[in-house]
Each structure stands twice: as C-alpha cells, then as structure tokens.
C-alpha cells in the first residue's frame, strides 16, 4: 500500500483560476463584473459581495495576495461607492463657480444701489439748495460712478459726485444784474471755501467733521458726510465739485456709459476690483491709489484684447475663440486674465494704455507724440491716456501702481489655489458648506444682502 501511495500520490484541491469560472445561467455574472472593472467608475467599485443572484460567488473569484504591508492595508480600507459621489457640474467645474460668485456679488451691489437711491436724491436736492443760496442760478447735476451703476454703494467711497455747474462769464456785456457775475465769481480760488463754510455754519444735515476741501487736487473738491437721509435713512458720502475748462466729468460718463454697452462683462469686473481696492486703500488718486476712471480704462483696454467672435468660411458657421483661462464671456476667466496680465505682465514704466487708440504702445514714443513738451510725461509713474483728451494722464497721481500691481499678483495666486483646492471630489454627507464655499472671498469681503 505504501509502494502505491508513492506512486500515484493524492491531487491537492486546486482554486479555480479566472479562466474556468463558471458561468450564471442569468447571464453571466463574472463577465460583468469583469466588465465594470475597466469601466471609468471602477475607482469607486461596489462591494465584493454578489448585489444579484446572477453573479458569482465571490470565493469563486481568483484574487491576488498582497506582497507588502501597504498593499494589505489598502486593501483592508472601505472604499466608498460610486453612488457616493455628488454629480454636480457646478462643483467640479472651477471657472463655472468662479463666474457664478461673481455675478451674484454684481447682483447684491445693484440691488444695494436701488436701496440708496432715495438717499442719494436727498443728497443731491440738499447741495442744490445751498448752491442757489450762494449763486441764484447754479445748477447741480450727478457725475461718476453713480450714474454708471460702478458705485459699491457701502457708504465707505464717496457714494455721489456732483458738480456745480454755473453760467458762462458774460465779458462783453456788463454786469446788470447780480447773476450776471456768478460765472466771474466760479473763476476764483475762493469758491470751495465758500461752499464749505456755508455748509459747516448753517446746514443741519451734514456731519460737521466730516467736511474737508481737497484745493491741491487737479480738480478741487469738498468732501462731506451727511446725516441719516431718505426713506431708508442712511448717510451718504459726497465729493462736490465745480464746473471748469479741464473738468470732464459729464463727458466721462457719456464714454463710460457707451464703453459698458459695447462691452457687458466689463460692469461685474469692475464692480469686484473697485471692492477688492477699497478693501485695501488702493482707490483714491489723492493719495496715490488708482482712481475709479483710470481702473475703467485698465478694464476697457484689457477686454479690446480679447477674442470676438469670427465668422467662419466653412458652412458660414459661427465659432467663439476662447482665451488661455476659460470663455471670452465668462467673467471668471476674464478677472483671472486681468489679475494675471496686470499683476505679473505689465511693465508700467515701459508700456503706456490708449483706449481710444486700442493698443498698448512704448511709452518713449510720448516725445513724438507730445512735441511740445516731450518731457512732459517722463516721471508720471503710469500713464493712462484719456480718451476724451489725448494730452491728459490719468494714471498721473497712480504713485503706489507697484503696491497695486502686488495685490493683483497676490490676489490672482489666491484664486489660483482656491481653484485648485475646489477640483477635489465631493461625497455625499459631506457638509452642505464644506462643499460650496465662496471662491471669490478669497480676495474680496462677501457682501450681505
């Protein structure tokens, strides 16, 4: 008996091997799960055990021993399924979220603008009264950001811009009547002293320390505060100013109003870098910032440069080009093209900004441009050309562009990485805010509503 069991010794049970698995009589349930496996969602795959009848036995199936501790460890960790998984186009997709932050900021700003508009009539009908006190015949009229829906409307920039506009100095003919010298008086130096005094001494309404005359500036202003106005009752902020040959505030809104026309995605850039520069004492000309009129020409100049729309030769269809971040009308894309172009790109002592030219140009060719005084420009730190007059620099004061420059640059590589953190994968039972957190406070406080 033992010489037998030598030679025809006991076969070991053997595990059958992938190749002879037996199949379901429902349809084959191996082959399925064979198939699922190289499917896209077999990163998430479903539980070892049979879901149905049709599939195999799962001792049936040959797996493979793990040779290393981690392997094992890996294998011992739950994985989670692939109905887990939130399909959300809004969340994966990072300029879409971007764009959607931004439009609903715009939203609240103008919704913000409509609530202050009572006050801002007040206001305005206030001025008017202590201006005809003063010059029987002026005429106050609303300019600026107010008029072309860029104000914050927050109560921290000046809200309203006005200007006293008074009639024209009558040389020829003399003086009859007390109106006749309004327009001779609004040529000397005295009148915003006047404006302020009257408002400090006999006018209710206005916050006395907050008055404040601005006579060294370009254009000089009286800066006030009122008290609570309107059916909302909330205070607003003033910059009055006078009419003059180098004031060209009216005209400014009138270009600004046909450049938003021409150009809707420039509005919501807008409205988020003015709040990203108030934020950061970047705004005022007066102290060196970059004033809201120089910013609208930046943006006007920065969206000329991007792709329209081309007709196709081939079956006269119509195809969009799109830039290097996303859509030519997604404002995501294009806040992330500003922030990078402006902040890293742009070379303010070589490079100077024409709207009305659209082109960047060399700023050494200012000489020839400017013959008359081809030194003119040579030490202004960055030169926007205005559009309604080619020898006048709006970025003339814009002393601290270096400082504005680092915050674009900072303020693109934080929505960069915010971008990049929001591509991760969300599960269900995940926290609702875990999820969709806002990408624009990044660089910007949320607005309220």
């Known amino acids: 008996q033992q010489q037998k069991q030598e030679q025809n010794p006991p076969q070991q049970l053997q595990r059958p091997s992938s190749e002879h698995k037996p199949t379901s009589t429902r349809g084959g349930g191996g082959a399925a799960k064979q198939q699922r496996a190289a499917s896209p969602g077999a990163a998430f795959p479903t539980s070892s055990f049979p879901s149905s009848p049709s599939q195999s036995p799962p001792f049936l199936e040959s797996q493979q021993v793990s040779s290393t501790p981690a392997q094992r460890q890996q294998q011992r960790r739950p994985r989670r399924s692939q109905r887990d998984v939130v399909v959300d ?72 811009d006005l200007v006293v506009r008074l009639p024209r100095v009558r040389v020829a003919a003399p003086a009859m009547t007390p109106g006749d010298l309004e327009g001779r008086n609004a040529i000397k130096a005295t009148w915003p002293q006047e404006l302020a005094r009257r408002l400090l001494g006999e006018e209710s309404w206005v916050e006395p ?52 026309d021409d150009l809707p995605a420039a509005r919501p850039l807008l409205l988020v870098l003015k709040q990203h520069a108030v934020e950061r004492g970047l705004c005022a000309s007066y102290t060196g910032g970059l004033s ?12 000329q440069e991007q792709p329209k729309l ?32 402006y902040g890293h790109s742009f070379d303010a002592r070589k490079t100077g900004i024409a709207v009305g ?15 008359s005084n081809p030194n003119s420009f040579h030490f202004d730190p960055l030169f ?52 969709r957190h806002n990408l624009l406070a990044k660089i910007i406080t949320p607005v309220d509503d």
């Not at 119509?318 to 294009?334: H, I, Q, R, Y």
């Open 310 to 341: 081309e007709q196709q030769q081939d079956f006269g269809m119509t195809k969009k080009k799109k830039n290097v971040f996303g859509g030519e009308d997604d404002p995501g894309a294009l806040l992330l093209g500003f922030l990078d172009f």
């Open 384 to 435: 926007v050309e205005d559009p309604l007059s080619s020898g006048n620099n709006v970025g003339r004061n814009c002393f601290r562009i270096n400082q504005i420059q680092r915050a674009w640059a900072e303020a693109f590589d934080a929505l960069s990485d915010a971008l990049r953190k929001a591509t991760r994968p969300v599960y269900r039972g995940t926290n609702r805010d875990h999820r």
């Open 292 to 303: 809201s009129y120089a910013l609208t020409l930046l943006v006007a100049r920065y969206l």
């Open 209 to 260: 320390h907050s008055v404040k005359t601005i006579a060294n500036a370009f254009v000089p202003i009286v800066k006030l505060r009122t008290k609570p106005l309107g059916e909302t009752r909330e205070t607003v902020r003033l910059d009055v100013s006078f009419e003059s040959p180098w004031h060209r505030g009216l005209e400014a809104n009138r270009f600004v109003l046909k450049m938003l």
């Open 357 to 371: 030219r659209g082109c960047f140009f060399a700023r050494a060719e200012l000489g020839s441009r400017h013959s």
């Open 89 to 160: 186009e809004t969340l994966y997709s990072s300029s879409s979220r971007l764009a959607e932050d931004i439009r609903a900021f715009a939203e609240k700003i103008t919704r913000r603008q409509r609530a202050r508009e009572s006050a801002w009539r007040a206001a305005r009908e206030k001025v008017r009264q202590v201006a005809r006190s003063l010059w029987p015949r002026a005429r106050v009229e609303v300019y600026g950001s107010c008029v072309t829906r860029l104000s914050l409307a927050d109560g921290a920039s000046s809200d309203l």
